[in-house]
T-cell receptor, first 112, second 117 residues
Framework: QKEVEQNSGPLSVPEGAIASLNCTYS??????FFWYRQYSGKSPELIMF????GDKEDGRFTAQLNKASQYVSLLIRDSQPSDSATYLC????????????FGAGTILRVKS | GAGVSQSPRYKVAKRGQDVALRCDPI?????LFWYQQALGQGPEFLTY????????KSGLPSDRFFAERPEGSVSTLKIQRTQQEDSAVYLC???????????????FGPGTRLTVL
């Protein structure tokens, strides 16, 4: 079992819809959770981080964390074609320093 | 500069050659990380520096990989006797937060795409 799991996709949604990206992790000691967006051929770009159970909203993006279920998700409202990218979930555990453990990413395609 | 910079952006090496990849972190960022990203995969941790100290090198795949950050700013990742399986994008990231405190968001550079023939 990989430490961070994501559905590879592609996840296809129509423009204006809500895209829901999911991530599960195996290490119960994980404390911080990050969502990065990566366009093809580019480097990962931080979108959001979350460390408390519940929801965290930033513009069109909402991160949701459920530590009991070891589940973190990213919702993108009013999806735009420019949101088409690979979304990487990453986790961090304090005892392991600052290193991030990434999932393989979910490809999102927003169709206009 | 405003962000993390890396050079070269692309490197083609013949198998057996040594290569050196450079990372210039965001000014003032104490922490510096190297990751390796294979095609279709997420980045995988290689090594971590806090200032000039290499605190974690658990992700380096073999003793052919060596990293340094002698003055606590610019870092170099060196790969000796390159093999085809070393072909990947090498990403550098920096963070303002040292050690295990805080959230420590990491900001990535553009990467170096290494192709070993």
């Amino acid at each position: 079992q990989k430490e961070v799991e994501q559905n590879s996709g592609p996840l296809s949604v129509p423009e204006g819809a809500i895209a829901s990206l999911n991530c599960t992790y195996s290490d119960r000691g994980s404390q911080s959770f990050f969502w990065y967006r990566q366009y093809s051929g580019k480097s990962p770009e931080l979108i959001m981080f979350i460390y408390s159970n519940g929801d965290k909203e930033d513009g069109r993006f909402t991160a949701q964390l459920n530590k009991a279920s070891q589940y973190v998700s990213l919702l993108i409202r009013d999806s735009q074609p420019s949101d088409s990218a690979t979304y990487l979930c990453a986790v961090k555990r304090r005892e392991y320093g600052n290193k991030l453990v990434f999932g393989a990413g979910t490809i999102l395609r927003v169709k206009s | 500069g405003a962000g993390v910079s890396q050079s070269p952006r692309y490197k083609v090496a013949k198998r057996g050659q040594d290569v050196a990849l450079r990372c210039d972190p965001i000014s003032g960022h104490v922490s510096l990380f190297w990751y390796q990203q294979a095609l279709g995969q997420g980045p995988e941790f290689l090594t971590y520096f806090q200032n000039e100290a290499q605190l974690d090198k658990s992700g380096l795949p073999s003793d052919r990989f060596f990293a340094e950050r002698p003055e606590g700013s610019v870092s170099t990742l060196k790969i000796q006797r390159t093999q085809q399986e070393d072909s990947a994008v090498y990403l550098c990231a920096s963070s303002q937060t040292p050690g295990t405190s805080g959230i420590g968001e990491q900001f990535f550079g553009p990467g170096t795409r290494l192709t070993v023939l």
